[in-house]
């Protein structure tokens, strides 16, 4: 099973601060590396798929980069908006599996 | 517009069956390569992919909890159910199914139905 480290677990940032994630696989995965954005009591939500390709809708604030290991997640300018659990997910090889998730707190 | 919505117990016992429905609108469960998933995440935890189902019925599980989910679908109901044997309090939690379109992510998701496992 391919296990995704993502860092760090939690982060405070203030509006309009860049937050980066990064979303580590113990195998290289290619480019099959998918973000999600959970706000509270909500369901998840597709923001990157295949590392970098934004989905339809997503503000261009969102961004994702990376091959084989390592990966990020990048929010330019975060707005309060963006205050949110962000998992990685990887569909390299069956069993499919997430990160552990970040939580990103607005102060 | 593509949705996904849950349906079944929100109360089981230790030992039951647990019997879970995902309907679908706007889209087929017949279209090439579409496909549906079940993801389950326990309180205040990270969500877990548990099986998925794909139009020519090719089927996957978790290998962890394979001898006990099993997952079909009825194409003219639009439909995916998904069972799960012999439930545990640690089975407690919400469970989501999605979309997964021609390539292998979850596009869009049900709002979630929450499953306690309690005597």
């Known amino acids: 099973e391919i296990v995704l480290t993502q860092s760090p677990d939690f982060q405070s940032v203030t509006p309009k601060e860049k937050v980066t994630i990064t979303c580590r696989a113990s195998?290289?995965?290619?480019?099959?590396l998918h973000w999600y954005q959970q706000k509270p009591d909500q369901s998840p939500k597709l923001l990157i798929k295949?590392?970098?390709q934004s989905f339809s809708g997503v503000p261009s604030r969102f961004s994702g980069s990376g091959s084989e290991t390592d990966f990020t997640l990048t929010i330019n300018s975060l707005e309060a908006e963006d205050a949110a659990t962000y998992y990685c997910h990887q569909s390299s090889s069956l069993p499919w599996t997430f990160g552990q998730g970040t939580k990103v707190e607005i102060k | 517009q593509v949705t996904l919505k849950e349906s079944g117990p929100v109360l089981v016992k230790p030992t039951e069956t647990l019997t879970l429905t995902c309907t679908v609108s706007g889209f087929s469960l017949s279209n090439a390569r579409m496909g549906v998933s079940w993801i389950r995440q326990p309180p205040g935890k990270a969500l877990e992919w548990l099986a998925h189902i794909f139009s020519k019925d090719e089927k996957s599980y978790r290998t962890s909890l394979k001898s006990r989910l099993t997952i079909s679908k009825d194409t003219s109901k639009s439909q995916v159910v998904l069972t799960m044997t012999n439930m545990d309090p640690v089975d407690t939690a919400t469970y989501y199914c999605t979309r997964i379109p021609t390539k292998f992510y979850f596009d869009y998701w049900g709002q979630g139905i929450l499953v306690t496992v309690s005597s």
């Open positions: 295949y590392a970098s």
């Open positions: 195998q290289s995965i290619g480019n099959s």
